[in-house]
């Protein structure tokens, strides 16, 4: 089966192009400013507009934005001004630049400020949750996490309250459980506002394939669902999983650990990322590469 090629930003004298997973230039050096390719575009920057390219490194919407996000569900939010609206992929306004912010579509609906205060609108630009929020996320698994004033809690796309508001924070459901701050600490709970993983943790992040990024006394580890520790709460900060492999610092330098927790790469980055089609972008002495899994560079650093 054919598929597109996963392309990467890099910098060379002072403008961004990009590489294919070989490490061959295939689109120049040309542009300010350059974000990773989403499907077929990517957000690029020239003369401090975001347009969008294609994959043959053509604009497909030419810059004109002060900011814009990659695209979702079809449309994306850009900013003209103070302003925030969304644009479909032909680049035509289709709901009007009135809002403070805006977020991308998930499961239909975006997050958008108004004045001082959060809501959801559908993709007519209806506001379909009113307003009413100091601070809100997108939806996630049929819920989102709102801010009633001193407390977070969740509610379903008729804005209905499912679950009540009683935790400090309260981040997006992924895999079916979601991260809650109580004052023991950070546990997670399931979609019927149930304790799976009893508040233990000073920080965690949201589950993905199964297993959750953790902190202890400012030592950062893995769990699984069951929260049961998998790699050992030990780095000194630690990314996401992915491609099987995991960044973690010690000791001031970045290396890589598989899943079972074997050193596979070892720590000799001052920043690591996750990998994504085999590579990773990697940075020493301020300068930029990636390397592939074996942690050979593919493209070696350079300003």
């Known amino acids: 089966m054919n598929r597109e090629k996963t392309l990467y930003p890099v910098l060379v004298n002072g403008k961004y192009g990009y590489i294919d997973n070989s490490g061959t230039i295939v689109i120049e050096p040309k542009y300010d400013y350059a974000e990773d390719f989403y499907g077929s575009l990517a957000i690029i920057g020239v003369k401090g507009q975001r347009g969008y390219i294609n994959t043959n490194g053509e604009f497909v919407i030419e810059p004109r934005f002060k900011e814009a996000n990659l695209f979702s569900e079809g449309l994306a939010a850009v900013q003209i001004g103070y302003k925030w609206g969304y644009i479909n992929e032909k680049g035509e306004e289709v709901i009007p630049f009135s809002f403070l912010d805006a977020y991308d579509f ?181 300068k930029i590469g990636y390397i592939n899994k074996t942690g050979e560079y593919v493209w070696k650093p350079q300003k």
Not at 129 to 157: C, T
Not at 194 to 211: A, H, L
Not at 249 to 264: A, P, Q
């Open 106 to 286: 998930s499961e239909g609906l975006a997050l958008v400020q108004v004045g001082g205060k959060q809501g959801y609108i559908d993709k007519d630009g209806n506001m379909v949750i009113e307003p009413n929020y100091n601070y809100a996320h997108s939806f996630s698994e049929g819920l989102a996490s709102v801010d009633f004033e001193d407390k977070f809690g969740y509610i379903d796309r008729e804005g209905n309250v499912v679950i009540k508001p009683q935790y400090l924070i309260a981040l997006d459901f992924e895999d079916g459980l979601a991260a809650v701050e109580l004052k023991e600490g950070y546990g997670f709970i399931n979609k019927a506002g149930e304790i799976i993983i009893k508040p233990q943790f000073d920080e965690t992040d949201d589950f993905i394939n199964g297993y959750a990024a953790v902190c202890k006394e400012d030592k950062y580890g893995y769990i699984n669902k069951n929260g049961e520790i998998v790699i050992p709460i030990v780095y000194d900060d630690i990314d996401m999983l992915s491609e099987g492999l995991i960044a973690v610092l010690i000791n001031d330098k970045w290396g890589y650990v598989d899943i079972s927790g074997n050193m596979v790469i070892e720590p000799k980055f001052d920043e690591a990322f996750e990998f994504i089609d085999g590579l990773a972008f990697v940075e020493i002495d301020k």
